[in-house]
């Protein structure tokens, strides 16, 4: 076989050769994919009695990310987990996605190779196999568009808009560190300083909480939603649809060393980051008082915190309790179409 030179472009082989390479690099998708890629359809085979979930979400090159700061196979993984979210989000699991993948002229055929090698790591860590998808050209930059499809048994995936007043708000992970690894980016800190390495593994390959799924399944969950968007801004999504109002409490919200010594670092305020920091994919969840304990302490014991964060109330207005007094709660994360900043920096 010849040699590929390293530096050999997408533009120097054509989208058919690259469509092959990129099968082989993806390898073949297992159950329930029934036909993977190379027809006009992928073929999957959900099961009988359950509810098909169907999500899709974007990575744009300078609104979502900028390739000096994610490597290839980071933005691999990354695209496939923060898509598979939603169906975590929605208390399913994952069945299959589909990639479209936009590459300008002069990207690199082994960028392209070390893509698919995070997407194929991300699918075997989700369960959830690459069963085909799209390639073609881009100007401005990377684009890559991922399709997830999933289920949940019927009559029971978890929406926005079931809590209930009395409910306790619980929250899964850490919701600062993702942006405090875009911080860490940011401003350059080294990446042996304290807290960054764990910050910034958060943010080039946030995970999909289907752990938390499984640990709470049968459970009493009344709403939920993961926060692709900042904290503030999901937890009054939550609210607004279910008709209701939330209370946070701060004292919740300051657990996680990898993000308070980043934000120590920069001489910045870690309730900030895990407030308005958006793209950290942890599950908000409504459920009754002390519903969730037992499932808290199967998921303490492999590492994944889930506490109890604030209540549902019966009206508004939703806010924001502190040590020192109660303020409004009020969303600062980033906004397409309207300015504002989001985990990556992009946006003004």
Same mark, same amino acid.
């Given at each position: 076989?010849?040699?590929?030179?390293?530096?050999?472009?997408?533009?120097?082989?054509?989208?058919?050769?690259?469509?092959?390479?990129?099968? @082989?690099?993806?390898?073949?998708?297992?159950?329930?994919?029934?036909?993977?890629?190379?027809?006009?359809? $992928?073929?999957?085979?959900?099961?009988?009695?359950?509810?098909?979930?169907?999500?899709?979400?974007?990575?744009?090159?300078?609104?979502?990310?900028?390739?000096?700061?994610?490597?290839?196979?980071?933005?691999?993984?990354?695209?496939?987990?923060?898509?598979?979210?939603?169906? &975590?989000?929605?208390?399913?699991?994952?069945?299959? $996605?589909?990639?479209?993948?936009?590459?300008?002229?002069?990207?690199?055929?082994?960028?392209?190779?070390?893509?698919?090698?995070?997407?194929?790591?991300? &699918?075997?860590?989700?369960?959830?196999?690459?069963?085909?998808?799209?390639?073609?050209?881009?100007?401005?930059?990377?684009?890559?568009?991922?399709?997830? $499809?999933?289920?949940?048994?019927?009559?029971?995936?978890?929406?926005?808009?079931?809590?209930?007043?009395?409910?306790?708000?619980?929250?899964?992970?850490?919701?600062?560190?993702?942006?405090?690894?875009?911080?860490?980016?940011?401003?350059?800190?080294?990446?042996?300083?304290?807290?960054?390495?764990?910050?910034? &593994?958060?943010?080039?390959?946030?995970? /999909?909480?289907?752990? /938390?799924?499984?640990?709470?399944?049968?459970?009493?969950?009344?709403?939920?939603?993961?926060?692709?968007?900042?904290?503030?801004?999901? /937890?009054?999504?939550? $609210?607004?649809?279910?008709?209701?109002?939330?209370?946070?409490?701060?004292?919740?919200?300051?657990?996680?060393?990898? =993000?308070?010594?980043?934000?120590?670092?920069?001489? @910045?305020?870690?309730?900030?980051?895990?407030?308005?920091?958006? @793209?950290?994919?942890?599950?908000?969840?409504?459920?009754?008082?002390?519903?969730?304990?037992?499932?808290?302490?199967?998921?303490?014991?492999?590492?994944?915190?889930?506490?109890?964060?604030? @209540?549902?109330?019966?009206?508004?207005?939703?806010?924001?309790?502190?040590?020192?007094?109660?303020?409004?709660?009020?969303?600062?994360?980033? =906004?397409?179409?309207?300015?504002?900043?989001?985990?990556?920096?992009?946006?003004?």
């Amino acid at each position: 076989m010849a040699s590929r030179p390293h530096d050999e472009r997408v533009s120097d082989i054509g989208e058919f050769s690259l469509i092959a390479r990129i099968r @082989e690099w993806l390898g073949t998708a297992g159950p329930p994919v029934v036909l993977g890629p190379g027809d006009d359809c $992928a073929i999957l085979a959900p099961t009988p009695g359950a509810e098909l979930l169907l999500t899709t979400d974007e990575q744009a090159e300078a609104v979502h990310f900028h390739r000096d700061w994610l490597a290839p196979e980071d933005l691999g993984f990354r695209a496939l987990s923060s898509a598979a979210s939603d169906v &975590a989000a929605m208390g399913g699991r994952p069945l299959g $996605a589909v990639v479209a993948l936009g590459l300008p002229p002069d990207a690199r055929v082994a960028e392209v190779r070390s893509f698919c090698a995070g997407l194929r790591a991300a &699918a075997a860590d989700l369960g959830c196999p690459v069963a085909g998808g799209n390639l073609s050209g881009a100007l401005g930059g990377w684009r890559v568009v991922t399709t997830v $499809a999933g289920e949940a048994a019927a009559g029971a995936a978890w929406r926005r808009s079931g809590a209930r007043p009395g409910d306790a708000l619980w929250l899964t992970g850490f919701p600062g560190r993702a942006h405090a690894g875009w911080r860490a980016v940011a401003e350059g800190l080294r990446p042996s300083a304290a807290g960054v390495a764990e910050a910034l &593994a958060a943010f080039r390959r946030p995970v /999909a909480r289907f752990a /938390a799924v499984r640990a709470l399944s049968g459970a009493p969950i009344h709403a939920a939603l993961d926060l692709s968007d900042a904290l503030s801004r999901c /937890a009054l999504l939550l $609210a607004e649809a279910s008709g209701a109002a939330v209370a946070l409490d701060t004292h919740g919200l300051l657990s996680d060393p990898a =993000a308070a010594a980043v934000a120590r670092a920069l001489g @910045e305020d870690p309730l900030e980051y895990a407030l308005h920091g958006g @793209e950290s994919y942890e599950l908000l969840l409504a459920a009754p008082p002390g519903a969730l304990d037992h499932a808290a302490g199967a998921l303490a014991s492999s590492g994944l915190p889930l506490r109890a964060v604030g @209540e549902v109330r019966r009206e508004g207005p939703s806010v924001l309790r502190t040590p020192t007094g109660t303020q409004p709660l009020e969303p600062r994360d980033f =906004a397409h179409f309207t300015g504002g900043m989001d985990s990556e920096g992009v946006g003004e």
